[in-house]
T-cell receptor
């Protein structure tokens, strides 16, 4: 149980392109989804938290107009990197957790490796 | 501020036991998670502790002492595939997850 699917796994594209990454919870309803970025040999960095049907909460220093997050349903969140540049190249990982009274662990997708040329 | 401390790197021998420590200073506490992350992959959930004591799950166990702000992950009968980073994360009073930087575990034959 608790499977999170993230697509695509790899993206290579030209500078200035917008890239959309999808994150789906396959066997549970994800009331909250998280988007992380991780540079090589560095820690996970939380970019934003999104709750279904409401606007995402962005961490300090993360440009909300650059990284558009949509969480339209209980099983799907998308991250769009707009007008991507080489410095946006990174490993982007989503995670999701269910609701309820108990504390739930975050379950991660497999990540998307983004390379901007 | 909020802080989670873990050793940066540890080395152990195949078949042995290793203990990875995590100390935390957070605004409140609502539980502690351990995750495993292989190089180039996303983290996978290992364990969750909210009460003091030891939680055992196969070769992996996790211990918590809330009064000391301390947890450890114990890995027994180490296998080469256990080479990975191990991340400690704490849920604070606002139910925000605070991540440690992770401990890179290197297993040698």
């Amino acid at each position: 149980g608790a499977v999170v699917s993230q697509h695509p796994s790899w993206v290579i594209c030209k500078s200035g392109t917008s890239v959309k990454i999808e994150c789906r919870s396959l066997d549970f309803q994800a009331t909250t989804m998280f988007w992380y970025r991780q540079f090589p040999k560095q820690s996970l960095m939380l970019m934003a938290t999104s709750n279904e049907g409401s606007k995402a909460t962005y961490e300090q220093g993360v440009e909300k107009d650059k990284f558009l997050i949509n969480h339209a349903s209980l099983t799907l969140s998308t991250l769009t990197v707009t007008s991507a540049h080489p410095e946006d190249s990174s490993f982007y990982i989503c995670s999701a957790k269910g609701g309820g009274a108990d504390i739930q662990p975050q379950h991660f997708g497999d990540g998307t490796r983004l390379s901007i040329l | 501020g909020q802080n989670i401390d873990q050793p940066t790197e540890m080395t152990a021998t195949e078949g042995a036991i290793v203990q990875i420590n995590c100390t935390y200073q957070t605004s409140g506490f609502n539980g502690l998670f351990w995750y495993q992350q292989h190089a180039g992959e996303a983290p996978t959930f290992l364990s969750y502790n909210v009460l003091d004591g030891l939680e055992e799950k196969g070769r992996f166990s996790s211990f918590l002492s809330r009064s000391k702000g301390y947890s450890y992950l114990l890995l027994k009968e180490l296998q080469m595939k256990d080479s990975a980073s191990y991340l400690c994360a704490v849920i604070d009073s606002n139910y925000q997850l605070i991540w440690g930087a992770g401990t890179k575990l290197i297993i040698k034959p």
